[in-house]
T-cell receptor
């Protein structure tokens, strides 16, 4: 079975641009969460979606948005990119919401110049 | 906000020795904890979990200990191998969010 898949794996953007990152969860998982991992730090929670509804949001500006589709895949959008948005963006899926094991993808490495 | 921290940012051990990685958490309401291993260029990989109604859980070569009194979590790796070299994160769950610590970099010396 395929694990959590993310695309693209690497991308370079310039300040002010917009980016869309995509995630496909493990088959049967209905929850998708997004995390930002800056180099040398632990992942920071951005969003959680379960059954296409937002169930949690971390301390990130409104430039960050996400959605979950009927097939449980998800997109993370970031507008008006800043240099500080450069990070590894991780997607994790889980069977349910709440206290369940998160299975992570390999991430999308975003560099903002 | 939440605070999950690790006591030591780096740890070096000899191959075959046991490793202990520590973690402090601040939210006494956290009810579920996970240890993750992250190798360079990869996403975090699940190692072992423990719920707040337990104080110890064992897996293959790994043991997690939970001390709710002092809000402390530890990961013990038995007979550490070169393949165990990675960054290890503890994560605590409160509601729908997991909070991760900064991580401990484990280096296994052959």
């Amino acid at each position: 079975d395929a694990g959590v898949t993310q695309s693209p794996t690497h991308l370079i953007k310039t300040r002010g641009q917009h980016v869309t990152l995509r995630c496909s969860p493990i088959s049967g998982h209905k929850s998708v969460s997004w995390y930002q991992q800056v180099l040398g730090q632990g992942p920071q929670f951005i969003f959680q979606y379960y059954e296409k509804e937002e169930r949690g949001r971390g301390n990130f500006p409104d430039r960050f948005s996400a959605r979950q589709f009927p097939n449980y895949s998800s997109e993370l959008n970031v507008n008006a990119l800043l240099l500080g948005d450069s990070a590894l963006y991780l997607c994790a899926s889980a069977w349910g919401s709440g206290a369940n094991v998160l299975t992570f993808g390999a991430g999308s490495r975003l560099t903002v110049l | 906000g939440e605070s999950v921290g690790l006591h030591l940012p780096t740890l070096s051990v000899q191959e075959g020795d046991n490793s202990i990685i520590n973690c402090a958490y601040s939210n006494s309401a956290s009810d579920y904890f996970i240890w993750y291993k992250q190798e360079s260029g990869k996403g975090p990989q699940f190692i072992i979990d423990i719920r707040s109604n337990m104080d110890k859980r064992q897996g293959q070569r790994v043991t997690v200990l939970l001390n709710k009194t002092v809000k402390h979590l530890s990961l013990q790796i038995a007979a550490t191998q070169p393949g165990d070299s990675a960054v290890y994160f503890c994560a605590e769950n409160t509601g729908n969010q997991f909070y991760f610590g900064t991580g401990t970099s484990l280096t296994v010396i052959p």
